[in-house]
Structures are given as C-alpha cells and as structure tokens.
C-alpha cells in the first residue's frame, strides 16, 4: 500500500479551529488583562494545559505515516501561544525577571539570545536530518522540528518584550530599589 492510500492522522477540522480559538482568547486576555493574582494564576494554568496539549496530539500523529497539515500548523501556533504566555507570566507574576536579574545581573535578557540560538540550531539541525541526501539519519521525528523552531522564535519574541518592558531593571518600592 503506498503512502497517499494510507489514513491520514490529525484533527478535525472544527477541533483545530477551536483549539487556536482557545489559544487567541488565552493571548488576548494575557496581553489585554492584568487581573488579580488568582485570575493569573487560572491563566496560567490553562496555558500549561494548552503548552501539552498539541505536544500530545504531534506525539500520537507522528506514529503515523500521514498527518494532515493543518493539524500540524494549529498544533505549532497553539503549541507556540501556550509558551509565550507560560514563560511571561513566569517572569512577571512570579518574580522570574526579578530573580534572574539578582542573579545574572540585567544582562540575563541580552544571555537569552545564547537559549534562542541553541534552539534555532538544534532546529537547523533537525531539519537538515529530513534531508534526502543524508546518509546517517537522528532517528527523530520530522514533527517536532517546527515544535523546536517555534520554542526558539518565543524565546526571541520573550527577549524583545523583556528588552521593552524592561523586565530586567530592578523595581522600585517606596524610592529604594529591590534587590
């Protein structure tokens, strides 16, 4: 049986447009609503299970020999939100900038460059693996070279919006700076 007569895995058309819907609500109210602690903390836990949910359905679809496209992009996009939300709400809500910038100094947001290049060659790398003319192939699965690109262009995304906001510089209480 040849590879365009086998099932094709993913999902449904109206699960993939929910799922990013989902995904594009957790954004909005991430970036348009502070909320109290708790209502964070809600957000951010539905991030987590968004940050897993499409690294479950790319696990499960890479077993098989077709997945849909679409499914992958949503997956990617969903996959891509989720930890864009996750990474910021921990450096903001849970003194992640604030510990890093006692620990690494304000240069902890320029360091995160070294994270967005590992993560873009390992990409690279993962990528060349799917080439045809290599002989001696990773045995890795091709669906998760957008899933390691998409982590390394948040973490690039993160280190523009930290440089913005100046999540390294030390917050001040009452006239004295935090340390």
Not at 33 to 52: D, E, M, P, Q
Not at 56 to 70: E, K, T, Y
Not at 97 to 115: F, N, Q
């Amino acid at each position: 049986m040849g590879d365009s007569a086998a099932p094709v895995a993913g999902l449904t058309d109206l699960a993939e447009w929910v799922f990013a819907f989902v995904a594009l609500v957790l954004l909005g109210c991430h970036l348009l609503f502070k909320g109290s602690a708790r209502h964070k903390r809600v957000r951010l836990l539905i991030a987590l299970l968004l940050l897993v949910a499409p690294l479950i359905v790319i696990g499960l679809a890479s077993a098989r020999p077709l997945v849909r496209f679409s499914t992958i992009v949503t997956c990617v996009f969903v996959y891509a939100v989720s930890l864009f939300v996750v990474l910021s709400e921990a450096l903001t809500i849970f003194g992640g900038a604030a510990a890093l910038t006692r620990w690494r100094g304000e240069k902890w947001v320029k360091e995160l460059d070294y994270v967005y290049f590992a993560f873009g060659s390992l990409g690279a790398v993962m990528a060349v693996n799917r080439m045809n003319a290599i002989a001696e192939k990773l045995m890795l699965p091709d669906l998760y070279v957008p899933v390691v690109l998409a982590t390394a262009l948040v973490i690039r995304v993160i280190k523009t919006r930290a440089e913005v906001n100046e999540w390294q510089k030390p917050k001040f209480r009452e006239g004295i700076p935090s340390r």
